[in-house]
C-alpha cells in the first residue's frame, strides 16, 4: 500500500500508510467550511494522490485544518478506528500529526512565512 505524506510546511512533515493518511483527509472533508478545500482533499483521497502540502491551500483554510486536526483528530481515532493490536500506535501516530502542528508554527523566528 502506499503512503501518504502531508506537509505543514518545508522541513515539517508527517508520513502515514496510504489508509491512514486517507482517513486523517476524510476527517478533515466532514468538517471544514471551505468548499474548495473539501474538492481539493476529496481529489486527493479519489486519485490517491498520497500528498497534501497545506501551503497548496488558503491560510485560512490552513488555519482551520489545524485547529479542527488540534481539537479532534486523536479523539476521532480513538472513536472511530477499528480496535486491533495496532491502535495504540496508530493513535500515537496520530498524535505526532497534532504535535507537528505546533512544530509548524515555532520553526525558525527568522523565517517571515
Known amino acids: ?18 489508509g491512514l493518511f486517507d482517513w486523517t483527509l476524510e476527517f478533515l472533508i466532514s468538517r471544514l467550511s471551505n468548499r474548495q478545500a473539501v474538492d481539493h482533499l476529496q481529489e486527493i483521497v479519489d486519485n490517491n494522490l498520497g500528498s497534501l502540502w497545506l501551503d497548496d ?12 486536526w488540534r481539537e479532534g483528530l486523536v ?34 523566528p527568522s523565517d517571515p512565512g
Open 75 to 108: 479523539e476521532a481515532g480513538e472513536a472511530q478506528l477499528p480496535e486491533t493490536e495496532q491502535k495504540a500506535d496508530v493513535i500515537r501516530h496520530l498524535q505526532e500529526l497534532v504535535d507537528a502542528t505546533y512544530a509548524a508554527e515555532s520553526s525558525d
Open 57 to 68: 491551500l488558503p491560510a485560512a483554510v490552513q488555519r482551520e485544518i489545524v485547529r479542527l
Open 1 to 18: 500500500m502506499m503512503a501518504g505524506l502531508i506537509v505543514l510546511k518545508p522541513g515539517v512533515d508527517w508520513t502515514a500508510t496510504g
